[in-house]
């Protein structure tokens, strides 16, 4: 049977557009409290990992053996945009580790944020890896290596005692024995789970000292996670303290409900991050969790090029009862 329509796409009288997907919130006890759709196929979580990534960080006593602030434990989580406030903080946090950015295994793109990357199209500035959104998860690889004092060279491969490590917690959180992996876009390893064991272990997460830890860096610093005006800031602001959120590449989106010991997994069958981010907004607002600063992810307006709304985006209705 094929996954629910989540997310329509409308114009004029008409649904355009659909986007299929599976949904899963678990408990701590590994309980699924909600599901659409099929939940147990394995996937790629891509970016919505990396809270999961940053475990090793915390849990080494490297972040406490740098002196790394809550802004540096959230950008180890991070897919930034590529601004001054995340590429000075990354700058920083490699010089203080006795690192380079030529240390970085991730490669260049430029900056997520129309205006920085059109101010260095001006100066004829060109991107280096540090304008990597996932520079920040890289450069917390390499801070753990530099604590247990091994190579840092080839920190990104499977082989590696810190991506090791990363998959060690992940076999906690899942209880997965073995875990399939693939290279992730910045030359990482990103271990597949299925919707359920990602939202299962995400729940297990808010309950351990590290994953609160990590959890809490990220929701008081939301905008070191994403950047300026895009979804993860916004539903973590509007979620007050009770909610971190982290979207993924490929439709995938992760969350985390620390004071409901609660996890969120959405996969979007045709790969759409517009989809996820509105199934995850209908998510949130099914549990009460959804600021009203949020509420323009929930519904969107459709334009077309002179302006004019002529559609929107919106949850079908399969998204219309959350109940956990």
Same mark, same amino acid.
């Given at each position: /049977? ?15 557009? $659909? ?27 891509? #970016? ?13 006593? +490297? ?8 802004? *540096? ?7 930034? #945009? ?24 991730? &490669? ?15 100066? &004829? ?30 920190? *990104?491969? @499977?082989?590696?005692? $810190?991506?090791?490590? @990363? ?10 024995? *073995?875990?399939?992996? &693939?290279?992730?876009?910045? +030359? ?16 297990? /997460? ?19 996670? #994403? ?11 509007? !979620? %007050? ?38 199934? /995850? ?9 959804? %600021?009203? !600063? ?5 519904? %969107? ?5 002179? &302006? ?9 209705? +399969? ?6």
């Amino acid at each position: /049977m094929p996954n629910p329509i989540l997310v329509e796409l409308t114009r004029g009288p008409l649904v355009e557009s $659909v986007h299929r997907g599976a949904v899963a919130i678990a408990d701590a006890t590994g309980a699924i409290r909600f599901s659409l759709g099929d939940i147990e196929t394995l996937t790629y979580s891509r #970016s919505s990992l990396k809270p999961m990534q940053a475990i090793p960080l915390v849990e080494s006593g +490297a972040a406490d053996a740098f002196g790394l602030s809550g802004e *540096e434990i959230a950008l180890a989580c991070a897919s930034h #945009s590529g601004e001054p406030m995340h590429t000075e903080r990354v700058a920083a946090w490699l010089a203080r580790i006795g690192c380079t950015e030529s240390d970085l295994a991730c &490669g260049a793109h430029p900056s997520r944020y129309e205006p920085v990357a059109e101010a260095m199209i001006r100066a &004829g500035a060109k991107p280096t890896r540090i304008f990597n959104n996932c520079s920040g998860k890289h450069t917390g690889f390499l801070t753990v290596a530099r604590h247990w004092d091994i190579a840092t060279e080839g920190y *990104e491969r @499977v082989d590696h005692p $810190v991506q090791q490590a @990363v998959a060690a917690a992940l076999k906690t959180l899942t209880g997965a024995q *073995e875990l399939v992996f &693939g290279i992730d876009g910045c +030359a990482a390893p990103n271990f597949a789970t299925s919707v359920a064991d990602f939202a299962r272990a995400a729940a297990r /997460m808010t309950g351990m000292d590290v994953g609160r830890r990590i959890l809490t860096a990220m929701i008081a610093h939301p905008e070191m996670i #994403s950047g300026t005006g895009r979804a993860c800031a916004t539903l973590i602001r509007a !979620g %007050g303290e009770e909610v971190s959120v982290k979207i993924g590449a490929e439709g995938f989106f992760g969350g985390w409900l620390p004071e409901r010991g609660l996890g969120i997994a959405i996969k979007i069958d045709d790969g759409a991050g517009r989809a996820s981010e509105t199934a /995850m907004a209908a998510v949130l607002d099914g549990l009460g969790l959804l %600021g009203d !600063g949020a509420r323009g992810l929930l519904r %969107g307006a459709v334009l077309n090029t002179r &302006g004019t709304v002529v559609g929107e985006r919106r949850p079908a209705a +399969a998204l219309a009862k959350i109940a956990v």
